[in-house]
């Protein structure tokens, strides 16, 4: 079965090395997989899940992801996230209710401001996390 590497690295550790047989991820225009021997690419990733197949049909990691990018060779895919995580990992009453503190925190500061805009990113991460569990 042809198959290629997926990396999904972070700022912090690289999570996930791994054969298989495609990869899926969230673009700006939509999801965009990858097999082997896919032409070059480097693109800009969406919040999102992706999904790493060890056959055609079976799915065998999920990952959350936010921001980053992907870049693709014949051979490998690599996932540059600014966060992700395992969907499995996720706790999802721990990221509700960091969600309603941040909603919370948020109501309090004006529109614009700097400390606003890095809880808005925070409550987005929340956001993403929670879909790819319930998704």
């Known amino acids: 079965m042809p198959s290629l590497t997926c990396d999904i690295v972070t700022p912090a550790q690289l999570l996930y090395t791994q054969e298989c047989h495609m990869v899926v991820v969230p673009g700006e225009m939509g999801s965009m997989g990858f097999m082997k021997d896919h ?32 870049q693709v060779t014949g051979e490998k895919v690599i996932i540059l996230a600014d966060r992700a995580i395992p969907v499995s990992d996720i706790d999802l009453a721990g990221v509700q209710a960091q969600a309603a503190e941040l909603e919370s925190q948020i109501a309090n500061l004006a529109e614009g401001s700097s400390e606003r805009a890095l809880l808005d990113i925070d409550l987005a991460w929340c956001k993403v996390q929670e879909h790819a569990v319930t998704a």
């Open 39 to 70: 032409a070059p690419l480097v693109s800009s990733l969406a919040d999102g899940i992706a999904r790493v197949y060890s056959d055609a049909s079976t799915v065998a990691q999920t990952y959350a992801l936010q921001g980053g990018y992907v």
